[in-house]
């Protein structure tokens, strides 16, 4: 059985990127598997690393509160080796651990040219058995004229990257029920 998405409705853009899984494991771990920043070198090949900063580029270690900033590497295409090849730094929009819902947008270029917007978002899905497992879905919308250019020379690859942490956010959070 289909559940509804529980992503808000995309934005319009040049370039539209998501990926989702049905993880075996309660949304308490997947969320905590998913925001193990330090952790993310040891499972996740898309993204190799983050950090979160305040306003003044000091790191932080509490949760992300809106205006603060991720500072994202990645791999394209994705490898569960290194640093992380391309780096990022984007606006935390919403981090709302209680509701599952995390939002950061890439806003450093003028938005005409190149504005981007992330959402990652855990539901519960009741089986038919009425056990629970949690759904992780995430999408991201290029617009703007550099979106072109995104979508023309890495847009596979960044497809590529969100399937691949789907799936190994997937793995990771089964590890810990095990």
Not at 21 to 30: E, K, M, R, Y
Not at 46 to 61: E, K, T
Request: net charge negative.
């Amino acid at each position: 059985m289909a559940t509804a998405s529980a992503l808000p409705a995309p934005r319009p853009g040049v370039l539209t990127v998501e990926a989702s899984s049905q993880i075996n494991a309660p949304i308490d771990i997947v969320w905590d598997t998913l925001f193990d920043l330090p952790g993310f070198h040891e499972w996740n090949p898309f993204v190799r690393a983050m950090h979160i900063q305040d306003i003044s580029g000091q790191p932080i270690s509490r949760d992300p509160v809106l205006g603060d900033q991720a500072v994202i590497r990645t791999n394209i295409p994705p490898v569960l080796n290194g640093a992380g090849k391309n780096e990022a730094t984007c606006t935390i929009a919403e981090f709302d651990k209680a509701n599952h819902r995390a939002q950061w947008n890439a806003d450093k270029f003028p938005h005409w040219f190149l504005y981007s917007s992330r959402w990652s978002v855990l539901s519960e899905v009741a089986l038919a058995d009425g056990q629970k497992q949690t759904r992780y879905e995430t999408r991201e919308v290029f617009s703007g004229l550099g979106a072109w250019l995104v979508k023309w020379f890495i847009g596979s690859g960044l497809q590529r990257g969100f399937n691949e942490m789907a799936s190994s956010l997937k793995l990771r959070a089964e590890e810990h029920v095990s």
